[in-house]
């Protein structure tokens, strides 16, 4: 959960972009948006297998670069 303390004087408008930009990084936005639509179990499945096999080949190209 992002949170954001008063700083001084800081002005509303500051805390809110600040409290906007912890949520990007927290990702919550994306979770909300995940959870308004219902997926398939199936869909699910065959997303996160895909999203697998490009983080593979991610990690092999970098490990290719430094060695």
Do not use: H, W
């Amino acid at each position: 959960m992002a949170k954001v303390k008063k700083v001084g004087d800081e002005p509303i408008e500051k805390m809110l972009r600040r409290f906007r930009r912890e949520c990007n990084i927290d990702g919550i936005k994306e979770d909300y948006k995940k959870s308004l639509l219902y997926e398939k179990p199936s869909v699910v499945k065959k997303r996160k297998k895909q999203e697998g096999i490009i983080e593979t080949r991610r990690r092999n190209r970098l490990k290719s670069v430094i060695l």
